[in-house]
Nanobody, 126 residues
Framework: QVDLLESGGGLVHAGDSLRLSCAFP????????VAWFRQAPGKEREFVAA????????NSAASPEDRFTISRDNAKTTVSLQLSKLKPEDSALYYC???????????????????WGQGTQVTVSS
């Protein structure tokens, strides 16, 4: 179901930064694992990073933590993805996804998430 709301995408130059945000209207992310995925034109959607219910984080090898930092506010109303030192190959539609979870569980597979946003576009020019 598409019930998450992403924001923060845009057109930037290589080397710039962006901060993407994901909200769950009417709810909080308490008891949820949340992940970011991205999909570039002509490519499959891929995992970027996730944050567990306990607050632990993990990144894909293609999206290292020093450039893609996932975080959550203390009230658990927003999950953010800080994008730094952006490259043209980072251009994609970025999606937020969430699912009820416990403890340190997370998944890199999109099929394991049942709440999604419509995506926010990030375009990086060279």
């Amino acid at each position: 179901q598409v019930d998450l709301l992403e924001s923060g995408g845009g057109l930037v130059h290589a080397g710039d930064s962006l901060r993407l945000s994901c909200a769950f209207p009417g709810r909080t992310f308490s008891n949820y694992a949340v992940a970011w995925f991205r999909q570039a034109p002509g490519k499959e959607r891929e995992f970027v990073a996730a944050i567990t219910w306990l607050g632990g984080t993990t990144n894909s090898a293609a999206s290292p933590e020093d450039r893609f930092t996932i975080s959550r506010d203390n009230a658990k109303t927003t999950v953010s993805l800080q994008l730094s030192k952006l490259k043209p190959e980072d251009s994609a539609l970025y999606y937020c996804a969430a699912t009820l979870s416990r403890g340190s569980w997370y998944s890199t597979k999109e099929d394991d998430y049942d709440h999604w946003g419509q995506g926010t576009q990030v375009t990086v020019s060279s």
